[in-house]
């Protein structure tokens, strides 16, 4: 099963942009939701306090879910929506180095240091997907032209 998907994906670039960005995408539902609802046990992991102030937090949860729906966009229509996947790998460059910052200089948590390395995982992800296929729609054009 799992070379099957393997082949799959790496012999179709805008299959393997699609899944990067619904797995992205996911990500940040869950991560949206979990802010927004801010569960006390999930805060105190995390080591935030859980009597601290909800709507910031809740705030950056909504913030999630529309990156999820930019997200999706680019997924379910690379040509049309290619610009939000460009936007895709602004926002997690911004956010790495917002969290590093934030983690390094303001406040050490092991949340915010796993937050970044995440985003930049995700951001990587993205980059080199859509650089893979935009390699295989140039060589996919050249070839028509040759024909």
């Known amino acids: 099963m799992g070379r099957y998907v393997k082949d799959i994906l790496f012999r179709h670039p805008d299959k393997l942009l699609s899944t ?3 797995l992205v995408a996911v990500h940040s539902i869950t991560i949206g939701l979990a802010l927004i609802t801010q569960p006390a046990v999930l805060m105190e992991l995390a080591g935030f306090n859980s009597e601290c102030e909800r709507f910031f937090p809740a ?3 909504v913030f999630h879910l529309l990156m999820a729906v930019a997200y999706l966009m680019g997924a379910l229509n690379s040509t049309k929506y290619h610009y939000l996947i460009i936007f895709a790998i602004f926002v997690k460059a911004v956010a790495t180095l917002f969290l590093t910052i934030y983690c390094f200089t ?3 948590k ?3 240091l796993l937050s970044g390395i995440c985003d ?3 951001g990587l992800m993205i980059f080199t997907a859509l650089q893979y296929y935009l390699h295989y729609q ?3 054009n050249s070839n028509r032209h040759i024909k």
Do not use: N, S, Y
């Open 59 to 61: 705030q950056g949860g």
């Open 120 to 122: 930049c995982t995700m």
């Open 138 to 140: 140039t060589r996919c």
């Open 110 to 112: 092991w949340v915010i």
């Open 20 to 22: 990067v960005l619904w």
């Open 106 to 108: 303001v406040e050490f």
